[in-house]
């Protein structure tokens, strides 16, 4: 089956530096591709939706300008937290969506992110 | 390698119960997850299993057994919206999630 990866997968930042996640589909072109973010025994929430080639569209309350994403390649989107504070501590899950499936999403191993 | 496997697809009648399974094969385990998603919305929790046996919430139950590798959700009472994608995940010892490919779950009247 279709695999996505995440890279890193847990990542420990100083409080005001950046950080960026990559998410990568290793073996079909996502022309789609989401990043949620997963609080503990909690639903999913989707952050962003980024098209490739085109600016993300992000979900209400979500800080475009805090959580930068570019969708450059059809397999490579990235996710930048800038300036990240403790409260941006959390697994980050990206999925990515097959151009020729528009129905199944493929999701990554997920992302621990802690803001010391 | 790691893996996780579920059915593509099912059916079952309004009003009915169905039992969706899932096996999985993962260096580790810190517990599974189901979530349920509709088509175009994110996925939405379902059920954490960490130690064997039911855990029951309303209509939804889900089950665990750690030394063969499977759980099931338990859908009871079904009801046309629960006509959905049912996802299962395990978290391996390095607190990553596995993912299973889903089930379609189609209910008819």
């Known amino acids: 089956g279709a695999v996505v990866s995440q890279h890193p997968s847990r990542v420990i930042c100083k409080s005001g530096t950046s950080v960026k996640i990559e998410c990568r589909s290793l073996d079909f072109q996502a022309t789609t591709m989401f990043w949620y973010r997963q609080f503990p025994k909690q639903s999913l929430m989707l952050m962003a939706t980024s098209n490739e080639g085109s600016k993300a569209t992000y979900e209400q309350g979500v800080e475009k300008d805090k959580f930068l994403i570019n969708h450059a390649s059809l397999t490579l989107s990235t996710l930048t937290v800038t300036s990240a504070h403790p409260e941006d501590s959390s697994f980050y899950i990206c999925?990515?969506?097959?151009?020729?499936?528009?129905?199944?999403?493929?999701f990554g191993p997920g992302t621990r992110l802690l803001v010391l | 390698g790691q893996n996780i496997d579920q059915p593509t697809e099912m059916t079952a009648t309004e009003g009915a119960i169905v039992q969706i399974n899932c096996t999985y094969q993962t260096s580790g385990f810190n517990g599974l997850f189901w979530y349920q998603q509709h088509a175009g919305e994110a996925p939405t929790f379902l059920s954490y299993?960490?130690l064997d046996g039911l855990e029951e919430k309303g209509r939804f139950s889900s089950f665990l057994s750690r030394s063969k590798g499977y759980s099931y959700l338990l859908l009871k009472e079904l009801q046309m919206k629960d006509s959905a994608s049912y996802l299962c995940?395990?978290?391996?010892?390095?607190?990553?999630?596995?993912w299973g490919a889903g089930t379609k779950l189609i209910i008819k009247p």
């Open positions: 999925s990515a969506r097959d151009g020729r499936d528009q129905e199944t999403q493929y």
């Open positions: 299993n960490v």
């Open positions: 995940a395990v978290m391996d010892s390095n607190y990553q999630l596995i």
